[in-house]
């Protein structure tokens, strides 16, 4: 059942996703905003109390959801698992900003890529060049990648029913909304970020080691031993400095951000990014895509075999 809820929910994706501001991104921010809201303090304690409520709240409720329809006919849980698994997915709206992205620095419009960027990213990069929004639009690609697709694909095979899954989106959002970069944020959303870095250790590894074989594995290896200890997200960089080995490419390095040039250390190795290393990065992707569900495939089979 894992195995072919995953791949229902990936077709689905693919031929119609999300829209990442759609009604229920906006639902689920709105009630992560209001629990935020409730606590006035913004401590440590009470963004650790605040995360503990509504995490488990949400995974154990998934698992009961699942449960209660498995007892009522299988084909419902197997349903429920694929709607979940839907909802928690977001790759195909990561994949059409990068296409996109591609797409304007092919026809010579920096300036639309650049534009496209921000709005991916969420962050001002006023005079970056070309190479600078290749850069950017790799790295990205492979850390939300791993976010949307690869780390909810690890959990939910898990854990029971789409709890995994639940979860590891819900904790990545509060990261995201609670551990920002404002003193008050930075106090509140420590746990979150210290949390999703915890969930991160293992599934970070694991699509790392992918992307390492399924590319320049000594290079990737290495980048990944000697560089991702210099960025300043442990999880990122693994991803970034693999990614870069693996792609044979020049990563990180200083940046146009937030109108001011951003000092970052170098990642990967090989040629300065550029749009033609983009469709490289899309072939990576796929690429690590098929291996992954080739060996759940193959859990699978030895799953059924074993009955």
Same mark, same amino acid.
């Given at each position: $059942? ?13 031929? @119609? ?7 229920? =991104?906006?639902? %689920?921010?709105? %009630?992560?905003?209001?629990? !935020?809201? !409730? ?15 509504? =995490? ?11 449960? #209660? ?14 709607? =979940? ?49 290749? @850069? ?10 791993? !976010?949307?697709?690869?780390? =909810? ?13 639940? $979860? ?24 979150? @970020?210290?949390? !999703? ?7 970070? @590894? ?7 074989? $399924? ?23 693994? #991803? ?5 080995g693996a792609l044979?490419?020049?990563?990180? $390095?200083? %940046? ?33 895509? #098929?291996?992954c569900l080739f060996? #759940? ?11």
């Amino acid at each position: $059942m894992t195995f072919f809820s995953l791949i229902l929910a990936l077709v689905l994706e693919q031929l @119609r996703p999300l829209p990442a501001r759609g009604w229920t =991104v906006r639902g %689920v921010r709105s %009630v992560v905003g209001g629990v !935020r809201a !409730r606590f006035d303090g913004a401590s440590v304690a009470q963004g650790r109390l605040a995360w503990l409520l509504l =995490v488990p709240a949400a995974a154990l409720s998934s698992a009961l959801g699942f449960w #209660l329809l498995w007892e009522m006919h299988p084909a419902l849980a197997f349903l429920f698992n694929v709607v =979940v698994l839907y909802l928690c997915v977001g790759f195909r709206h990561d994949t059409r900003f990068f296409s996109a992205i591609h797409m304007a620095l092919r026809l010579g419009e920096p300036e639309g890529a650049r534009s496209l960027l921000e709005d991916w990213r969420g962050t001002r990069h006023d005079g970056a060049s070309a190479n600078e929004i290749a @850069r950017l639009a790799i790295e990205e690609a492979l850390v939300v990648s791993h !976010r949307r697709l690869f780390g =909810v694909m690890f959990w939910f095979v898990l854990l029971p029913g789409p709890s995994g899954a639940v $979860m590891y989106r819900l904790a990545g959002l509060l990261a995201e909304e609670w551990g920002g970069r404002d003193v008050r944020a930075a106090g509140f959303g420590r746990f979150a @970020r210290r949390a !999703r870095e915890a969930m991160e250790w293992l599934p970070v @590894r694991i699509t790392a080691i992918v992307f390492s074989i $399924m590319g320049n594995f000594e290079d990737a290896i290495y980048c990944w031993r000697s560089q991702a200890v210099l960025w300043p997200e442990r999880s990122s960089a693994i #991803l970034i400095a693999s990614g870069g080995g693996a792609l044979g490419v020049r990563l990180g $390095m200083p %940046v146009h951000e937030a109108g001011k040039l951003v000092d970052r250390p170098e990642m990967g190795l090989g040629s300065e990014a550029g749009v033609d290393h983009m469709q490289n990065t899309v072939s990576l992707l796929w690429r690590a895509l #098929l291996v992954c569900l080739f060996l #759940l495939f193959l859990l699978a089979v030895a799953g059924w075999a074993g009955r």
